[in-house]
Structures are given as C-alpha cells and as structure tokens.
C-alpha cells in the first residue's frame, strides 16, 4: 500500500493564481483531512471530510474550497493564491468513527510558495 | 486557535538520557494523542491514550493523562539520536484532532 500520497511536492505560485492540491489514499479510509504547517506552528485544520461527497470546514477555512467526489480523493482548490497561503500543506486519513479508528495517517506533504 | 500547549518548545539531551515534554489542553476529550515528526516529514503516529485512561506504554514511550489538570505528558526513556525530531500532541474531541505547536527534541550522540 501507498498510503496517504499527495500531489505535487512543491510549487511556486504567483499571487492571483489558483492551484489545486490532490490528496489519495488506498486504504479505504472514511475521514481524510487537510492541514496546514507554518514554521514553528502545530497544525491547523483547513477542511475535512468524513465521507464520500461530504465536506466541512476547519480551523481556517477562507481562501480554501475542496471536493470529496470519490472516497480515495480529497481536493485541496486555491482559487487567487496570497502570500499568506505560503505554507506546508499536509493530507491526512483516518478509518472512521470506530474505537481503533481515531489514528490519522499523514501524507508527505505540498510545500507552497506564494510569490 | 490551537487547544494545545506544549513544554518544552525546545528540548537537547545525550543519548541515553530521558526525554519529557508536556501538553496541556483547554476543553474536554475523547482522547490524546502524539505524534512525531522528522524534518521535512509528514507526521507520524506515535501513541493514543483516552480520557478514561491515566497511563499507556507503547516500548520506550510512556505517556500519562490527568484530565483534571487538563496535562499529559510523553516520556522517551533511554533516548537515542534517532528520537531527533518535533513532536506533537493533539486532543481529539469529536473526529477532529486540535495540534499543539510542537517539542523539537534534539538528541546528541
């Protein structure tokens, strides 16, 4: 198994641009999430999903749409990129709601530039 | 804005030694859990204690929570230069995992 893989890796944008994160997983989870990571921060919650063609909102949702049309996929959609959208974007699944499926799985990470 | 604080923001020890770090959290849980994550890295899943739970070992992590205080606490025993990396807890309440801003341990050979 893959696991959480996320794509691209890194990308530089200029302010105006819009972009779309993707996010797969082949373990049949339930819940996938996207986080983001600035230097010296925890993460924080942008979006989330807790199904096939569910979605809801995080922490810090503005500036940030996403779409769960198939259950392995979780789109991350930057509309007009900002500088402070400049961060590491992580991607994270999780079984669903069970008692042994509480543990998240992370991707490797997007790290985006905003220019 | 993030339930978690943790203590130390930064933690160098020798290798052999122990490492703690400790979070402490604001409103109720279903659980809290740590994770670690190595420079560059996603992170990965380290332990999960519940809210009705006061200690868990997991090899050379022990991890402890007092609901009262609202604390937990990771402890690494006979650390190792590989153990280098950030580690964070997060408090689940409802499907939805709050991060703290992380320990970043450094172990020295």
């Known amino acids: 198994n893959a696991g959480v893989t996320q794509t691209p890796k890194f990308r530089v944008l200029k302010t105006g641009q819009s972009m779309t994160l993707l996010c797969a997983q082949d373990m049949n989870h339930e819940y996938m999430y996207w986080y983001r990571q600035d230097p010296g921060m925890g993460l924080r919650l942008i979006h989330y999903s807790v199904g096939e063609g569910t979605t809801a909102k995080g922490e810090v949702p503005d500036g940030y749409n996403v779409s769960r049309l198939k259950k392995q996929n979780f789109l991350l959609g930057l509309e007009s990129a900002a500088p402070s959208q400049t961060s590491v974007y992580f991607c994270?699944?999780?079984?669903?709601?069970?008692?042994?499926?509480?543990?998240?799985?992370f991707g490797p990470g997007t790290r985006l530039l905003v220019l | 804005s993030q339930q978690g604080e943790e203590d130390p923001q930064a933690l160098s020890i020798q290798e052999g030694e122990n490492a703690t770090m400790n979070c402490s959290y604001k409103t109720s849980i279903n659980n809290l859990q740590w994770y670690r994550q190595n420079s560059g890295r996603g992170l990965v899943h380290l332990i999960l204690i519940r809210s009705n739970e006061r200690e868990k070992h997991s090899g050379r992590l022990r991890v402890t929570l007092d609901t009262s205080k609202k604390s937990s606490s990771l402890l690494i025993t006979a650390s190792r230069a590989a153990d280098t990396a950030s580690y964070f807890c997060a408090t689940d309440g409802g499907g939805k995992l709050i991060f703290g801003q992380g320990t970043e341990l450094s172990v020295k050979p």
């Open positions: 994270a699944s999780r079984p669903g709601w069970t008692l042994t499926g509480e543990t998240q799985y």
